[in-house]
């Protein structure tokens, strides 16, 4: 018989050969796999304890309460594992299967749940959750994944957050996805959770560390696919075929794609992407406003909970629709019950601005990027967000033309200057060239003259009082941004104010007041 290095060197030349030139193709555009965090995963599993055949993968499965899948996104061939995982876990009847994925971000959550419930087909779930532009893989595999875990499972959830591209935060991006999978097992206690990730997530100090912190007591397996080491070292066994390996008591892997496979998958990624050509993306440019308004905010989007900081806003960043027909935005808003006159009023707005933000559907819709719109925008929806999105939620507060039948109008009045106010300010944070408003010399601001304009907005139509509130939100809005600059307001504060909640009767006007009287002090501080 053969020794094991000559088995090794006689399955393996050929394939070695091809990959070398396919390896350095990819070294050439892809420069990541120096990074720190990617060695970590490359230098974790060098070997294995034994080989595993296709009932002891079932009885490892069986066994654990988690199910970690290595992603290898390029290749097709891991989606559909995991696939088959999901069916055979379910086909077993002794517990639920509940999946989770990184492909799909958890801001996008109501998305994948109209979805799930058939209220969208499988074009508008690809579109709406940028499957092409933010992840750019192959579609079939992962919807035939997604499809699979309706049949046989309870749910679906989306697992991942921004920034995808940059491994500076891949970290947070570890720990968020942690304390995702420890809502789901809280959600579903009785079903096990299978989670799809990205394979360099799956080094024992990575996602499985933080995960065992987050829940300890559970019982998670990490099942990786096609690793390179240990497939080189399975090529010197005497048997034919090596099906898996177990790497240890909490991790093994299966087989199901050779090297050569997986990183001609992925350099045939690369080329397509280079050969790439779209329309202009605006979603970067809005999450990059947004992000830059919550840094100057001093707000941390990955915090875990509620109070002085929103509950992970990272989840929360609103779809970004560009150049969509007024076809997919009626469709859109007509779920929402939006009424024709709001909605006749909703697209005015886009083509009149360039873009518009639509608190109900947590949407942006853009036809022409304008800076300043879309600066102000990006601070009308970090305040929503900060509030718990309400609109969104249970359709409460204030639409962008007048009250709601929900609120009472002197708070519809009130809550619609604050939100001015805080869109202007953030405006002009972001783009400090924003003229300031025609009605800023025309009376000094207080509270006495403020209550007077709400009684003058209150059975008014909804345009004039719309215009009301928005005159008083940005002169509010510009006094809030000259009491800044001048050093008597600082961004913890302003930070408390995006944050108040303005649904409970009788807030909103008193929130007013009291940002008025710190505006008037300011203003005689300044004086003196």
């Not at 994948?112 to 532009?133: K, P």
Request: with cysteine.
């Amino acid at each position: 018989m053969a020794s094991t290095a000559n088995l090794r060197s006689r399955r393996s030349v050929a394939q070695l050969h091809a990959l070398a030139e396919v390896e350095r193709e990819i070294r050439a555009q892809d420069t990541h796999s120096r990074r720190k965090y990617l060695r970590e995963f490359n230098e974790a599993f060098r070997s294995y304890d034994s080989l595993l055949d296709s009932h002891a993968i079932q009885s490892a499965v069986q066994a654990a309460d988690v199910v970690l899948i290595g992603d290898y996104h390029a290749l097709p061939g891991a989606q559909r594992y995991a696939a088959s995982l999901i069916e055979e876990r379910a086909l077993s009847g002794d517990r639920p299967v509940v999946l989770g994925v990184e492909t799909i971000f958890a801001r996008d959550q109501h998305i994948l749940d109209e979805w799930w419930r058939r209220e969208i087909d499988e074009s508008e779930l690809r579109q709406r959750i940028r499957f092409d532009l933010d992840w750019g893989y192959e579609w079939n595999p992962f919807y035939e994944l997604l499809v699979a875990a309706r049949d046989h499972g309870e749910g679906i959830y989306g697992l991942d957050c921004m920034p995808r591209e940059s491994l500076r935060k891949i970290g947070a991006r570890d720990r968020h996805a942690a304390a995702k999978i420890a809502e789901i097992r809280e959600r579903h206690p009785d079903a096990v959770v299978l989670v799809l990730f990205g394979e360099s997530h799956l080094a024992p100090g990575h996602l499985p560390r933080v995960l065992q912190k987050q829940m300890p007591g559970v019982r998670i397996l990490t099942v990786l696919q096609n690793i390179d080491a240990l497939y080189w070292r399975a090529a010197g066994e005497p048997v034919d075929k090596v099906d898996a390996v177990r790497v240890n008591d909490d991790v093994l892997c299966v087989f199901n794609a050779t090297p050569l496979e997986k990183y001609e998958s992925y350099r045939l990624f690369l080329d397509q992407l280079s050969r790439c050509d779209t329309g202009p993306d605006f979603a970067p440019t809005i999450y990059n406003l947004i992000d830059s308004l919550a840094a100057f905010l001093e707000i941390n989007r990955y915090s875990p909970h509620n109070g002085t900081q929103p509950k992970f806003l990272v989840d929360m960043l609103p779809e970004v629709h560009g150049n969509s027909s007024d076809a997919m935005l009626q469709r859109l808003l007509s779920r929402k019950g939006i009424s024709e006159q709001q909605l006749a009023a909703q697209l005015a707005s886009v083509e009149e601005r360039g873009s518009a933000y639509l608190p109900q559907l947590n949407v942006f819709c853009i036809r022409e990027f304008q800076m300043m719109q879309a600066a102000e925008d990006a601070a009308r929806f970090l305040h929503h967000a900060c509030r718990g999105l309400p609109e969104r939620l249970n359709g409460q507060g204030v639409s962008g033309n007048g009250p709601t039948k929900t609120t009472l109008p002197a708070d519809g009045f009130y809550a619609r200057v604050v939100e001015h106010a805080v869109a202007y300010f953030g405006s002009r944070v972001l783009y400090p060239a924003r003229p300031v408003p025609a009605s800023e010399d025309s009376g000094a601001l207080s509270r006495a003259a403020c209550d007077k304009a709400a009684q003058a907005a209150i059975g008014s139509d909804p345009e004039k009082f719309e215009s009301i509130a928005r005159e008083w939100g940005y002169r509010i809005g510009s006094q809030i941004y000259a009491a800044y600059l001048a050093g008597k307001v600082k961004p913890a504060g302003l930070r408390r104010l995006f944050l108040t909640h303005l649904d409970e009767p009788g807030v909103a006007r008193k929130v007013c007041a009291a940002v008025i009287a710190k505006i008037r002090s300011a203003s005689r501080s300044l004086r003196d």
